[in-house]
């Protein structure tokens, strides 16, 4: 298997978990966009090393930045699917859940003329407790699915679920779940994929276990968001371990990035999930 699955997820800086406590759903609006110039930079950056990514895209952003989204296919990236408003699916519920995914499906079809195969839920929130989720991802027609971190975290994890790609059963289909980036260490699974771990950890951490997925002919999936490369973002006050989380190394994810385009093939996640043996 040639290749990483290297994603992003396209949403704004305000629109973040951490961030919700201050700048809830019902502002968003009057908050200054800055993703499109975020990830114009992004694009250019995998331009520079002939990688093209999938890019899960949030539909409330979608529906106001839809040039971005066309540019973003028009440069040879995969448009998949993040949700509508950026909820958890034990907040959403199932029916809530069902009818945010069918808006944003609807909305990139109708941006882009091509329904998404993949999709990802907001903070990997398809856990034990929302599983329900996986069927209605296939009831919807995904191939795919990246919901699933099968960690330990306060927010979301899952970490009994298998460290790579695989199929999963569904009362409405099989769907190949593709979960993050992880290492293992003794009885414990450390995350690696995401784009705070990316901010924390030397990057030749992650390609360390890159590097040894690739000798074994599987794929790894690193994840980030536009947001990560732009360090000048407003401040509104985020305090504690928020305020770490959020803004730690904001003026290194580049380079970091920059680091592991480098020295690994990366491609879009559905070219994978098309390629998977019993796909």
């Not at 950026?86 to 199932?94: F, M």
């Not at 808006?103 to 929130?125: N, Y």
């Not at 699915?145 to 960690?151: L, N």
């Not at 904001?250 to 390629?275: C, D, N, Q, S, V």
Request: charged content about 25%; proline content about 8%; overall charge positive.
């Amino acid at each position: 298997m040639k290749g990483h699955a290297l994603t992003i997820d396209l949403e704004e800086w305000f629109q973040v978990l951490n961030l919700r406590a201050l700048v809830p759903p019902a502002r968003w609006d009057r908050m200054e966009r800055r993703t499109p110039a975020a990830t114009a930079g992004l694009l250019a950056l995998l331009a520079d090393h002939g990688v093209k990514a999938t890019f899960f895209c949030l539909g409330w952003l979608a529906e106001r930045e839809p040039e971005l989204i066309r540019r973003i296919e028009g440069e040879g990236h995969e448009i998949a699917s993040h949700g509508y408003g950026h909820c958890r699916l034990h907040e959403l519920g199932r029916e809530g859940f069902r009818q945010d995914l069918e808006r944003s499906v609807t909305l990139l079809e109708e941006i882009t003329g091509r329904r998404p195969t993949g999709f990802r839920a907001c903070s990997f929130s398809i856990t034990p407790g929302t599983a329900w989720g996986l069927e209605e991802v296939a009831r919807l027609g995904f191939t795919y699915d990246s919901s699933v971190f099968p960690v330990r975290h306060p927010d979301y994890g899952w970490p009994s679920f298998a460290p790579g790609p695989g199929f999963v059963e569904t009362g409405a289909g099989r769907l190949l779940e593709f979960p993050p980036l992880t290492a293992g260490l003794g009885r414990w699974r450390l995350p690696l994929g995401g784009g705070g771990y990316l901010r924390l950890l030397p990057a030749r951490l992650l390609s360390g276990r890159l590097g040894r997925l690739e000798r074994r002919g599987l794929p790894g999936c690193i994840y980030l968001h536009p947001w990560e490369l732009d360090p000048d973002q407003p401040r509104p006050g985020l305090r504690g371990l928020k305020a770490f989380r959020h803004y730690l190394n904001l003026a290194r994810t580049e380079r970091k990035l920059r680091y592991l385009l480098e020295r690994h093939p990366f491609r879009p996640m559905g070219r994978i999930a098309a390629a998977w043996p019993g796909a």
